[in-house]
């Protein structure tokens, strides 16, 4: 669906800053593409860059994007520009924003947001039907229509990150970027969200690149993984294949940093059984540190 080849970002300044370097990815059809790395690593500048919402001093370099659509033909994203790069966006590629508070306008309701998508991209529809599919959308996330009227500060966290979900598949777009989407929810709101995304993509067959710096989700939803740090992409495989068989010294450092329900660092899903090569504590150090942590 998507191809990045050599792409570069810069912000320019007094000392320019190199955010994105020489990055290729490819994105498969209905696939779940994670992107991994810390805070700063430049995950969401690539994804800004590549749907062209970077704005200065943010500088692309050199590189390319290339959407190839299921009907068949390939479009180089940079070659796109004023009316025909807004009707890309939203219709083709959509993006879920990290922080749905601050995407959402707190002042119009959750019905008119929707239907502006409608009112932009599908002008010939009537206002009946817009409420219409608006109301499916919201019911399609798991959001009772009846939330229509209601504006983003009656919503929770985990509604208004549906709504959000809900206006990126609004278009049925054939690819879609989500930034971050369960920062800031709580766990059991975080569980119910992927359980969504994972649903959605398998019934209407979208592909996603899912960003987060949590590894350990990732390493639950998709089924490629690409580690991404200080620009660059320094591992990218299976998700099965980089949690048993990680490769870089980063990625090791990355699925050694995370606890575990048993105490034992490094052993946060599945087995439960510390994994040498991860280079964590052996198990006495690790019962140590619990015992620590309990006194």
Known sequence: MLTIDDFSVDYLGERTTHAVKN???????????????ESGCGKSTLAYGVTRLLKPPALI????????????YSVDLASLGGADLRAFRWDKISMVFQGAMNSLNPVISVQAQLEDIFTTHRPEMKWKERRQVAGDLLERVGVDRSRLKSFPHELSGGMRQRVMIAMAMALDPQVMIMDEPTTALDVVVQREILDEITRLRSELGFAVIFITHDLPLLLEISDRIAVMKGGEIVELGDAYELYTNPQHPYTKRLLASFPSLTGERGDFIRTGVADARLGVEDAVTAVAHSEGADR
């Open 23 to 37: 990055v290729s990815l490819t994105l498969g059809r209905g696939e779940v593409l994670g992107l991994a790395g």
């Open 61 to 72: 370099t050199s590189g390319s994007a290339t959407f190839h659509s299921r009907e068949g």
